[in-house]
């Protein structure tokens, strides 16, 4: 790209981040805590006892489902994890001890996988997960934007989990957010006050910008089709 390009807000957005500098801890890492030393004298956690572990019915008959899709019941991590942390509300280490007791795995195999993927909560969140997409095509359709709106509106609600996330592939809606794994778009700045609002009230939020209640992703060509 030459220097005399100055073409549109992407371009814009790769000038303002050119040159700033990453964080790093003293040592030059950019993950703290990354060189501390594991406790050696500590036994690692074995498969939890069912005898000493209480799992809610409800949730134990969820993972006994989830492990009997798969021919191999390590297969069935990430959506126990998923169930655990619907139940739970976040991965916490009763969750994941529930969960490993169930999958007759160690904790410390769940840890692993709750760990890579981010997802996962691993500290209590709000009770609304909004994912802004801010990857590229969401990005120079306005989500940067978008979010600040959104940040605004939630004013540090702590029901509210808002995060940026990476393209959740759904491009064609873009600027998109994932509100509970529902997904909105294209939205407006605009539309950050009624979404926050509805959440807030207990209402399905925009939910004539919810993909699933679409017929077409396309909100111009449906127009048309509604229009013959
Ligand atoms: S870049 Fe946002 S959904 Fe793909």
Redesign the pocket.
């Known amino acids: 790209m030459s220097p005399s390009n100055t073409g549109g807000p992407g371009f814009d957005r790769v000038q303002e981040f050119a040159g700033r500098e990453i964080p790093r801890t003293a040592d030059g890492s950019r993950v703290p805590g990354w060189d501390e030393p594991v406790d050696l004298d500590k036994d690692p956690a074995g498969v939890p006892d069912p005898a000493l572990i209480d799992v809610p019915g409800e949730l134990r008959r969820e993972f006994e489902e989830i492990i009997g899709r798969y021919p191999e019941r390590h297969s069935a991590a990430l959506p126990v994890l998923a169930a655990a942390q619907r139940h739970h509300g976040w991965c916490s280490p009763q969750a994941i001890l529930q969960a490993a007791c169930v999958m007759r795995v160690t904790p410390g195999y769940l840890t692993s996988v709750a760990t890579f993927y981010d997802m996962f909560e691993l500290a209590p969140s709000g009770r609304h997960q909004v994912y802004v ?7 120079l359709r306005g ?1 940067d934007e978008l979010y600040a709106a959104l940040e605004a509106a939630v004013d540090g609600d702590p029901d509210i989990n808002l995060r940026h ?12 957010v994932s509100v509970d794994q529902v997904y909105y ?1 294209p939205l407006q700045t605009s539309d950050a006050e009624r979404l926050v609002a509805d959440l807030r009230a207990e209402r399905e939020p925009l939910p004539e910008l919810a993909l699933a209640l679409r017929p077409n992703a396309d909100a111009a060509l449906e127009a048309d089709e509604a229009a013959k």
Request: with cysteine; aromatic share 4%; charged share 10%.
């Open positions: 997409c801010t990857n590229i095509s969401c990005s989500a996330f990476e393209c959740l592939g759904a491009c064609d809606i873009a600027p998109m778009g």
